[in-house]
């Protein structure tokens, strides 16, 4: 090392562009560890919701760690290949997102129409292997909801 350079910080010679790598790789490990911290807090009280009425605790825990083991493995093996619609679903979801950020209105590109909120209607957008609009969904459920606020 140069005397010149001796003085300087250790990240002087870190670029830009890989301070955005090293924020954005880091921001990834914190929603992953977040992530896995949120499924150890909360399979205790969804395991039992999701097995018949009875089952031993012991059942309960059994189930409790193959989902958590399939929880590690799916993020250990990662690159399982999603079925065309998954990777087509994924890609509009994607161009949603991309267009909303760059100009505030997610639609466009021929995908459908994501539609504005509007409380007499109540629009949404189903994001599935078929992506469509429709209004009303759950109409008595989000009345319930909306009864609940203040």
Known sequence: MSSSNAN??????ITGYQWLVLTI??????FDVFEGQVFVASMNE???????TGTPEATSKLYNNIALGAFLAG??????????AARSLSLAIGRYWTRF???????GSGDPTWPLYDAAREPFLTLD??????????????DFCDGLSP
């Open 46 to 52: 969804a395991m039992p919701s999701l097995l018949p």
């Open 129 to 142: 292997a078929t992506i469509e609009s429709g209004s009303g969904l759950r109409t008595t459920q989000c």
């Open 101 to 107: 950020a760059a100009s505030g209105d997610p639609n």
């Open 25 to 30: 790789a880091s921001l990834g490990w914190i």
């Open 8 to 13: 300087l910080p250790w990240y002087s010679g």
């Open 75 to 84: 993020g250990a093996l990662g690159d399982v290949q999603p079925s065309a």
